[in-house]
T-cell receptor, first 112, second 111 residues
């Protein structure tokens, strides 16, 4: 079973921030939180990852709670091109970077 | 350009005819893996490899084989394909601490 839970679907108005939540209450101390998205049947695209500090890149921001049991992916100004399924996963690093389990993700619809 | 390539992109075959789907990456990544994606079942990992000559089973390895003789290549082999292996397949690569790059996918139909 996936180690994460996400809402199955969300809507967001174009131009507004999209905040996608993820629960990972059983995350281990050496596990990172990763976010990917998949548009239609294309290959999933890596967005961002983090351990415990908040992270930001050109695509998104990742906010991880202090207890690390949940996180939020923020798309600051959603566009129609951001309509996709978003996956949150947790995994270790180095020799713990092994099996990967994807959950069903959140289907984000950006509405004009 | 950093990329993961898969071939073929589309394949229709018949039950029992051995096939290989190739995967190659040009980023010198240690980690490579194969996934299948089916409606209602999401992305499921088939096999993964943490380095050359090191492979391990994912969640759905039955009916598949892999090999990692070179760091850049990770072919997926179906020795005797069956209709229940009709699916969309993705190869991915990553460093041992970083995000994965996914290939464009191979749509396989087994009749």
């Amino acid at each position: 079973d996936a180690k994460t839970t996400q809402p199955p679907s969300m809507d967001c108005a174009e131009g507004r921030a999209a905040n996608l939540p993820c629960n990972h209450s059983t995350i281990s101390g050496n596990e990172y939180v990763y976010w990917y998205r998949q548009i239609h049947s294309q290959g999933p695209q890596y967005i961002i990852h983090g351990l415990k500090n908040n992270e930001t890149n050109e695509m998104a921001s990742l906010i991880i709670t202090e207890d690390r049991k949940s996180s939020t992916l923020i798309l600051p100004h959603a566009t129609l091109r951001d309509t996709a399924v978003y996956y949150c996963i947790v995994r270790g690093s180095g020799t713990s970077y092994d099996k990967v389990i994807f959950g069903p993700g959140t289907s984000l619809s950006v509405i004009p | 350009e950093a990329q993961v390539t898969q071939n073929p992109r589309y394949l229709i075959t018949v039950t029992g005819k051995k096939l290989t789907v190739t995967c190659s990456q040009n980023m010198n990544h240690e980690y490579m893996s194969w996934y299948r994606q089916d409606p209602g079942l999401g992305l499921r990992q088939i096999y993964y490899s943490m380095n050359v000559e090191v492979t391990d089973k994912g969640d759905v390895p039955e009916g598949y084989k892999v090999s990692r003789k070179e760091k850049r290549n990770f072919p997926l082999i179906l020795e005797s394909p069956s209709p229940n292996q009709t699916s969309l397949y993705f190869c991915a690569s990553s460093p041992l601490a970083g995000g994965s790059f996914f290939g464009p996918g191979t749509r396989l139909t087994v009749l």
